[in-house]
């Protein structure tokens, strides 16, 4: 069964300053897709980024931009000149292509970006 | 205009009673899921339709149905409720059951069960 972790609970950035989310993930498909959610103190859950796994390029989206490492089986989210609208709970997630269909969820980190 | 839509957002209700959560999506998909969220924030998946037919139906119990009378709705009804219930949940749609296509989600609707 594939798994996500997210070994970072809780994080803290200032105002401006990069920030680095890390995700693993465990699995033995070839083909999937990564994601990374954002859900603020609203509870609305966002989606932030998308990469296909067959793409060595990594995505980006504005401020933020992931590290995607397949060999290490890796998918980190890089925020880049933080913004205090960026406070929340961020989400990675996996789905292979072949399958079960279904997305699966790390169990979050919490990012406060301080004034 | 919201694009997943829940009602309500918030229920209180008494342990034993029955309850329904109705989710409604305005982007034309095909595909429409309910997930819930305990109170660690770890999400997960319990059901999802595909034009109204069952397609993913996690372990959970019986007590929880969900209902899809056309593919633009999908709505949960939980007989009995427990203390454990206790959650939010989140529906969410996407085009189709392709592996990748993005899930949009709802806002949430927090249960709390007492």
């Known amino acids: 069964a594939q798994t996500v972790t997210q070994s970072q609970p809780e994080m803290s950035v200032q105002e401006a300053e990069t920030v680095t989310l890390s995700c693993t993930y465990d699995t033995s498909e070839n083909n999937y897709y990564l994601f990374w959610y954002k859900q603020p103190p609203s509870r609305q859950m966002i989606l932030v980024i998308r990469?296909?796994?067959?793409?060595?390029q990594n995505a980006t989206e504005n401020r933020f931009s992931v590290n995607f490492q397949k060999a290490a089986k890796s998918f980190s989210l890089k925020i880049s000149d933080s913004q205090l609208g960026d406070t929340a709970m961020y989400f990675c997630a996996f789905i292979s292509q072949g399958g079960s269909e279904k997305l699966v969820f790390g169990k979050g980190t919490k990012l406060t970006v301080n004034p | 205009d919201t694009a997943v839509s829940q009602t309500p957002k918030y229920l209180v209700t008494q342990m034993g009673n029955d309850k329904s959560i109705k989710c409604e999506q305005n982007l034309g998909h095909d595909t429409m899921y309910w997930y819930k969220q305990d109170s660690k924030k770890f999400l997960k998946i319990m059901f999802s339709?595909?034009?109204?037919?069952?397609?993913i139906n996690e372990t959970v119990p019986n007590r929880f149905s969900p209902k899809s009378p056309d593919k633009a709705h999908l709505n949960l009804h939980i007989n009995s409720l427990e203390l454990g219930d206790s959650a939010v949940y989140f529906c969410a749609s996407s085009q189709d059951t392709i592996p990748g296509e993005t899930q949009y989600f709802g806002p949430g609707t927090r249960l709390l069960v007492l």
């Open positions: 990469q296909e796994a067959y793409k060595q």
């Open positions: 339709y595909n034009n109204k037919e069952l397609i």
